[in-house]
């Protein structure tokens, strides 16, 4: 046993079924600055402790594991995101804001809503926005080449985003700087009511009221992912209703997330001079080394997921109406699946990371991700031929999020190719 880790029989009177293993009892608080700021050896503590384990500061159930973090994300039936895929446990206490019709629900009602918006962000959509999206991206990455060094987050993966994603979108232009602080109060919102939740929400009455505004028909323009979604309002699909939540959906998961993969894609890149001598030789590795990064520092750390009946993970019996937290950035370091885990490897076969998830709740907007990291990454690519970390990134903690608010880098310009 590792040191810090007891063990029980978990909670509960034991029932027939599989033999119980022994759960380890582990009291680290996930969701502390010191947790967030440094997560790795922690979740290596809580990944060899075993396969679930009881965090008893919270009274909830955890998994760091590879496998069954796929199994729970995939056996929705047995774990329910209806109760909230935060630690607040929707049945108990009131959510912060009107549940997500596609992430806090579950089938029957998820489905519908679901599909829409899979065709909403099509492989043919997406493509779509490939031009726009990659002249952005020249723009902005060849006038920060030229400057030679720069803050690869607070000027390049907050701006990116930013410039190409509420376009998309057709967004007013009006109040777009309450876009980000939006996303840190959804994802801060999935944790625990502590320092960083209560920094989050400051200002929440005035941003949900825009948010609220710019999910109406008539503030979106003509031609954007937004109408899209309402035109399916008019093919009685969905209700109106549906549709206003569908577009926060995207105002919700569309613009921290992206912010925080392409820091930290950035950040890790530099930090690997070698991974990035490969990419700038070979461009067309910018995909592969965009994929490689969300499973080496996953932008959305954890999700929960609430037991709808008495069920066996990994030989440990969970009671029904429990909440597990699900690590997929510690599963996306298993050494169980992956060789050398804690290695960035460009050119490594990512499939089966669960940085967007897995199952019927995985990233809906994933397409449009990678084409923002792949536009990005390729244009530095070709113009710069090294990288290099002038300072040490500083981490932006956040309950779920994992990043970094600054990751000061120097770039070595290259000859411009390949265009
Ligand atoms: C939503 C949503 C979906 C995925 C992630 C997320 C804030 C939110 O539907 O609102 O994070």
């Known amino acids: 046993m590792t040191s810090g880790a007891t063990t029980s029989s978990g909670p509960g009177p034991s029932v027939p079924g599989p033999v119980p293993v022994p759960v380890p009892v582990l009291d680290d608080d996930p969701f502390s600055v010191s947790f967030l700021a440094d997560p790795y050896p922690r979740h290596e503590r809580m990944r060899e402790a075993g396969p679930v384990v009881w965090l008893s500061h919270y009274g909830i159930w955890a998994s760091a594991r590879h496998e069954q973090v796929v199994t729970a994300l995939t056996d929705w039936r047995a774990f329910s995101s209806a109760s909230g895929v935060g630690l607040a446990d929707f049945r108990k206490e009131k959510p912060w804001r009107v549940p997500s019709l596609l992430l806090e629900a579950d089938p029957p009602d998820h489905t519908r809503v679901r599909e829409v918006m899979t065709e909403v962000l099509s492989s043919r959509r997406v493509r779509g926005l490939r031009e726009e999206f990659a002249a952005v991206a020249e723009s902005l990455v060849g006038d920060l080449v030229e400057r030679g060094t720069f803050d690869a987050v607070r000027d390049l993966a907050e701006v990116f985003p930013l410039r190409v994603f509420p376009d998309a979108l057709g967004l007013p232009e009006e109040g777009r700087e309450n876009l980000m602080p939006y996303g840190g109060m959804a994802f801060n919102g999935f944790g625990p009511r502590n320092d960083l939740f209560h920094e989050a929400m400051a200002d929440a009455p005035r941003i949900q009221e825009w948010i609220n505004e710019s999910c109406r028909r008539e503030n979106l323009a003509a031609g954007g992912l937004g109408q899209d979604i309402w035109a399916f309002a008019d093919t009685g699909r969905i209700t109106p209703e549906q549709a206003a939540m569908l577009v926060r959906s995207l105002l919700s998961a569309g613009i921290d997330t992206t912010v925080y993969a392409i820091g930290n894609a950035l950040a890790a890149l530099a930090a690997h001079p070698g991974q990035w001598a490969r990419v700038h030789e070979n461009p067309a590795l910018a995909k592969l080394a965009f994929e490689e990064a969300i499973r080496f520092e996953s932008p959305v ?103 970094f608010s600054s990751a000061p880098i120097r770039v070595e310009k290259a000859a411009v190719r390949g265009r």
């Open 301 to 403: 750390q954890t999700f929960f997921r609430t037991t709808t009946r008495a069920v066996d993970l990994g030989g440990v019996r969970i009671g029904p109406g429990e909440k597990i937290l699900l690590f997929l950035g510690a599963a996306n370091r298993d050494p169980r699946k992956w060789i050398n885990p804690h290695t960035l490897d460009v050119t490594r076969r990512t499939a089966g990371h669960v940085g967007f998830g897995t199952g019927i709740h995985a990233c809906v907007g994933q397409q449009v991700a990678r084409l923002e990291g792949d536009v990005v990454l390729t244009a530095l690519a070709r113009r710069a031929a090294m990288l290099s970390p002038t300072a040490a990134p500083e981490p932006r903690p956040n309950n779920t999020l994992r990043g």
